[in-house]
């Protein structure tokens, strides 16, 4: 048994376990762990350059993307959206449609369309970068100029 214990399962069935095997285990756990932590931090630091950059070609701001809550503000001033939809975005199911509201918005106000606006809300890890570091140039607030000719 190698100093290991003996645990008794269903059945009255024997396992050998060593204590060693459990520190091994652990370790490639925390390596993993580790690993997927500096993988989602380099992906945080990606998605907030991305941000930066669209709020800096919006005339916001490009600080802005890293501050809580007002970057969702200025998120929405440059979708043509108004600030109080924040509040809508607390609400449970409306959210959802809230943000696709507001995600298309930023499409349109960059001359994209609804095409454009499913490729952000389904690939955001390829679609945002496009727009941030594509030639997609902010046309302004033409949602609501297009929503008044309508």
């Not at 499409?107 to 941030?132: D, E």
Request: aromatic share 14%.
């Amino acid at each position: 048994m190698n100093g290991g214990l003996i645990l008794f399962a269903q059945g009255g069935k024997k396992f050998d376990f060593d204590p060693k095997d459990l520190d091994q285990a652990m370790a490639q756990m925390q390596n993993l762990v580790m690993i997927a932590g500096v993988v989602g931090l380099v992906i945080g630091l990606f998605f907030i350059a991305c941000w930066w950059v669209i709020f800096s070609k919006a005339g916001k701001p490009g600080w802005a993307a890293i501050i809580p809550i007002y970057n969702a503000i200025v998120f929405l001033d440059i979708a043509g959206k108004p600030w109080w939809w924040l509040i809508l975005l607390l609400i449970p199911c409306v959210n959802i449609i809230i943000a696709i509201i507001a995600v298309h918005g930023l499409s349109r106000n960059f001359g994209q369309g609804a095409l454009f606006t499913i490729g952000l809300l389904i690939l955001p890890i390829i679609f945002l970068p496009l727009l941030a570091f594509g030639g997609f140039r902010y046309q302004g607030n033409t949602t609501l100029s297009h929503e008044i000719d309508d």
